[in-house]
């Protein structure tokens, strides 16, 4: 697949920019390394992978925050084409999954092709030249195909409280954790009672003077089944690679066992939820308390949060939970929904992400507006989770409707990872210059997720949760078993899709500045030579 992108558009040509890409990636975590990976593994060597953070591992590079750790078991929250038979915890740390990628960007041979600390500021389609025209921090330069690998979970969320700027302390999100900031002896508030700060709290208790906890809405917590993985096991792993698929498989399969529950029969949960009532049952005795930690919504509305450790921190003579959240801030510190002050030295926003209206998506501009502005006007959605109509020659890897409540979003990048490299191969043979999804696929495919939705827990389970936008619409979960997902992915399908060909296809080599400041004019009779009658525009 070796050749096709720079022979066919000079790199130069009309653009200003001297440098030119056949595919760009943007963001170095699980999706843009395990992208470059599988491109290496086609033989598609003129990429570049850019990432503003001076390391690879997007979120697992941002976070880090004492007590992180993945909810999703370790073999399962992997590359499968990069297994690790080394982890030391059924449920990996922060750190360890840090390295593992780092490893994974070494060992993949992506590590020539990252540009760290390179942050991407705009990206805007250039029609004529049938290309991303893209500013960085560290100069511009060209794509024929740019990937967005930006995640759902990389831009932090802070509510807007009234007086938040007005708080004389120290401040941060748990995704910025400021290590600078002495706690020891410290009065801290965490405002929070969601997958980080159940990770969080526990770990701040014993080093704090005074802990407060701010609880909007109980989560529902179950009993934490991590344990170490030993030298033993680990051993078996690396000689046996099949015991490791196999302990991936069951895995995948017991929590995909719960799907038809959350989509389609909420009862289905209860036996579960009594699993998490006896949980907080046997650890909270105190029936005042235990009272305000129970959760009045359907368990998996809410992100489902493991944890042997957040009901006893709670308990503890130096921690108060408040009810009702955060009403306000004053100089002295946060003020509960009750009118009550509490006056703290730091303040740990653990608030979530901004994943409905991601500031990012500001940044790409196509050629009737950004997709931003897209997001904003139509809730965020896309084809796949991959393609947006109105934006050519962009994919999206974890994008729109591709998280999940119960499993492992690996497994969706994956299949989208087949999806791209496929439209690739498609992309070179026919030599297509511009593709981008139909509106009516886009908007079918869109008005069928959302009907699925309609009557799953997420938004019938009696919550407000971080899936809805604003007018509760679900822009966050794929409403199926993600095996599904994955035979929709598994081949590019052209017929969805407007395709056009390559302006210099057209045209000799020495007239190839000529043709490409005359796209528009590339008439309908050729597009009919160049692309078969079902993939006809």
Same mark, same amino acid.
């Given at each position: ?5 720079? *022979?066919?558009? &000079?790199?130069? *040509? ?16 699980? *999706? ?6 599988? /491109? ?8 570049? +992978? ?44 922060? %750190? ?46 060209? *794509? ?57 709290? &526990? ?36 000689? =046996?690679?099949?015991?490791? @698929? ?27 939820? @009594? ?9 909270? &005795? ?5 009272? !305000? ?19 006893? %921190? ?6 108060? /939970? ?19 002050? @509490? ?51 962009? =994919? ?46 886009? @908007?079918?495919?869109?008005?069928? /997720? ?35 997902? !994955? ?19 057209? +045209? ?30």
């Amino acid at each position: 697949m070796g050749d096709w992108g720079d *022979a066919q558009i &000079p790199a130069t *040509a009309g653009t200003g920019v001297s440098e030119h890409r056949r595919v760009v990636v943007i963001g170095a975590g699980f *999706a843009g390394i395990g992208l470059g990976i599988r /491109l290496l593994q086609e033989g598609i060597d003129d990429f570049v +992978v850019l990432e503003k953070a001076a390391e690879v591992g997007g979120t697992w590079e941002a976070n880090t925050y004492p007590g992180i750790q993945c909810d999703i078991p370790s073999h399962l929250y992997s590359l499968s084409f990069m297994p690790n038979p080394g982890w030391s915890r059924t449920f990996s740390e922060g %750190a360890e999954i840090w390295d593992y990628l780092r490893r994974c960007a070494r060992e993949g041979g992506v590590t020539p092709h990252l540009r760290l600390g390179c942050e991407v500021l705009a990206a805007e389609w250039d029609e004529a030249e049938q290309r991303w025209v893209i500013e960085t921090s560290k100069g511009p330069l060209s *794509a024929s195909v740019l990937i967005a690998a930006t995640g759902g979970l990389s831009e932090p969320a802070i509510p807007d409280i009234p007086g938040l700027g007005s708080f004389g302390g120290a401040l941060f999100h748990s995704a910025r954790w400021d290590h600078e900031q002495e706690i020891r002896g410290k009065r801290v508030a965490v405002v929070g009672t969601g997958a980080s700060a159940i990770q969080i709290v &526990p770990q701040l208790q014993p080093e704090a003077e005074k802990l407060f906890v701010f609880q909007r809405t109980p989560p529902w917590v179950m009993p934490h089944r991590d344990r170490p993985i030993g030298r033993i096991e680990r051993r078996l792993y690396q000689r =046996f690679p099949l015991a490791q @698929r196999l302990s991936r498989g069951w895995s995948y399969l017991l929590r995909e066992s719960i799907v038809p529950a959350l989509v389609g029969n909420p009862d289905r949960l209860k036996r579960l939820e @009594r699993i998490g009532r006896n949980h907080l049952r046997r650890q909270v &005795p105190d029936p005042e308390l235990r009272a !305000r930690l129970e959760p009045s919504y359907r368990l998996g509305c809410k992100r489902i949060l493991p944890s042997n450790e957040w009901y006893p %921190a709670l308990q503890k003579p130096n921690v108060e /939970l408040i009810s009702g959240g955060v009403s306000e801030f004053r100089r002295e510190g946060p003020v509960g929904a009750d009118g009550s002050l @509490r006056e703290v030295d730091v303040v740990v926003m653990a608030t979530g992400f901004n994943v409905a209206h991601p500031e990012f998506g500001r940044r790409l501009k196509g050629p009737e507006g950004t997709l931003g502005e897209t997001y904003e006007s139509e809730g965020a959605q896309a084809y796949l989770g991959a393609a947006a109509a109105g934006f050519p020659n962009l =994919f999206t890897l974890a994008g729109p409707n591709t998280g999940l409540g119960h499993t492992s979003i690996i497994y969706m990048i994956e299949s989208q990872l087949n999806y791209v490299l496929d439209a690739l191969r498609l992309i070179e043979q026919r030599k297509i210059g511009r593709f981008e999804v139909r509106t009516e696929v886009q @908007r079918a495919y869109n008005t069928d /997720l959302q009907r699925r939705l309609s009557g799953a827990v997420w938004e019938s389970g009696g919550c407000a949760n971080w899936y809805l936008d604003e007018h509760g619409r679900n822009v966050v979960i794929w409403p199926r078993q993600t095996w599904s997902f !994955r035979s929709l992915t598994r081949r590019f399908d052209p017929s969805s899709y407007l395709l056009e060909p390559a302006v210099s296809a057209t +045209v000799s080599s020495t007239d190839a500045t000529k043709a490409s400041t005359s796209s528009a004019s590339v008439s309908q009779e050729h597009i009919s030579r160049t692309v078969p009658a079902s993939s006809q525009t």
